[in-house]
């Protein structure tokens, strides 16, 4: 874990970077200050209404600059105009753990800063919110879906854990393995889509015809593979499969849990600005295009609380360790300050919450919203919206 040295510039850096999203939010959309009066209301209603929970990572992380900065507004008008009068807005979130995406992700899922190396297809050491939600509400597989980004995710669905494990997470669908799976052995017209990590020297990882999904999880799916495939010839990002699969379980198979990793904007690596804020863009119009959905689909609407945050930010420009926007290498309080979103029934709408938090904190608060006992979680619930 990070340790964050006490009356460091570091700490004063996180606070500046928490002070500025309040002041550009209040700016842009008026919202206030969080207060707790709304705590009691919060549960009462959610016990009347039931609950789904939906889970988005703004994948690969963005900046202050080219999100909530009045310079980066207009990459995100969709969060800002329609969704933040409906949240909860934190503007402080710090992670302490590991700066890399399946890492920072199981982190984020198991509610515990996770250690094993990022570039390893591992199981996470701690339950999963999706084990817990599982074993103590005696929901089936089906119930609780993680879409993730690339192959390093496979195992982000269940964890090592002697009480847990295999068997009792998430389903886990991988978009590219599904498309990779119906390409008939042709990669080439789907090459950009399966391209299996921004990280990698280009050309490496994309995912082959032989790196079939389970038919298991086809089977679970029950989607037709012609119309997906025909999807994917109308898109250029992969996290746009992942809107189609997330749009597809919500209409056909309403689960009460699902966990979606975006992972576009980390397009970033490859140092061109515009891919990168064009991938903003586009995360911030998916994120509405899933609320939308959550607010048209019976089985959703009014019962659903909805999250969103990044698994982490990207270096500043003037940190002499990184290079600016294109990685999150460096550590600096830009990389380790995000911030996280929270809508539902009962959660105080048009609302900021200024005080530190950490991204472990997501796990103990969605336990309590599933009834559910996170009893390894190392992180906090956020009380503001319980
Ligand atoms: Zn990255």
């Given at each position: 874990m990070f340790e964050i040295p006490s009356g460091s510039d570091f700490l004063t850096q996180i606070a500046q970077q928490s002070v500025s999203r309040r002041r550009f939010l209040r700016d842009m959309t008026g919202a206030g200050a969080g207060l707790l009066i709304g705590a009691r209301?919060?549960?009462?209603?959610?016990?009347?209404?039931?609950?789904?929970?939906?889970?988005?990572?703004?994948?690969?992380?963005?900046?202050?600059?080219e999100t909530f900065a009045p310079e980066g507004q207009r990459y995100i008008p969709r969060i800002l105009m329609e969704l933040i009068p409906r949240a909860t807005f934190y503007t402080q979130v710090v992670n302490r753990g590991i700066l890399?995406?399946?890492?920072?992700?199981?982190?984020?899922?198991?509610?515990?800063?996770?250690?094993?190396?990022?570039f390893q297809s591992i199981r996470p050491e701690n339950p999963t919110i999706f084990e817990y939600f599982r074993q103590d509400r005696?929901?089936?597989?089906?119930?609780v879906w993680v879409i993730a980004p690339s192959n390093g995710f496979t195992s982000i669905g269940e964890s090592g854990h002697p009480a847990y494990g295999r068997g009792k997470g998430?389903?886990?669908?991988?978009?590219?393995?599904?498309?990779?799976?119906?390409?008939?052995?042709?990669?080439?017209?789907?090459?950009s889509l399966l391209r299996d990590s921004h990280e990698g020297p280009v050309g490496a990882g994309v995912y082959a015809s032989t790196a079939r999904q389970d038919e298991a999880i086809r089977d679970l799916l029950q989607i037709s593979m012609s119309d997906f495939k025909a999807h994917a010839q109308s898109v250029s990002s992969p996290d746009e499969l992942s809107?189609?699969?997330?749009?597809?379980?919500?209409r056909s198979k309403a689960p009460s849990l699902i966990w979606i990793t975006l992972h576009d904007i980390d397009i970033a690596h490859a140092g061109a600005f515009s891919l990168y804020t064009d991938a903003i863009q586009r995360t911030d119009r998916i994120c509405a295009e899933l609320v939308r959905a959550m607010d048209q689909e019976p089985e959703y609407k009014g019962q659903t609380n909805f999250f969103i945050l990044p698994d982490f930010g990207r270096d500043a420009d003037d940190d002499p360790s990184g290079n600016g926007f294109q990685h999150h290498r460096s550590g600096d309080a830009l990389c380790r300050t995000t911030w996280l979103l929270a809508?539902?029934?009962g959660i105080r709408e048009n609302t900021t919450v200024d005080r530190p938090v950490e991204s472990i904190d997501l796990v103990p608060t969605v336990a309590k919203m599933l009834a559910c006992d996170a009893r390894f979680a190392q992180g906090r619930p956020l009380v503001e919206v319980l």
């Open positions: 209301r919060a549960s009462a209603l959610r016990r009347e209404y039931g609950q789904k929970t939906i889970i988005v990572t703004f994948g690969g992380g963005a900046r202050d600059q890399g995406h399946y890492v920072a992700n199981a982190s984020l899922a198991t509610g515990c800063y996770e250690s094993f190396n990022n005696r929901r089936q597989a089906s119930d998430a389903t886990v669908v991988l978009p590219k393995a599904l498309l990779a799976g119906v390409s008939g052995g042709s990669e080439r017209p789907f090459e809107l189609y699969i997330a749009l597809h379980l919500m809508m539902g029934p």
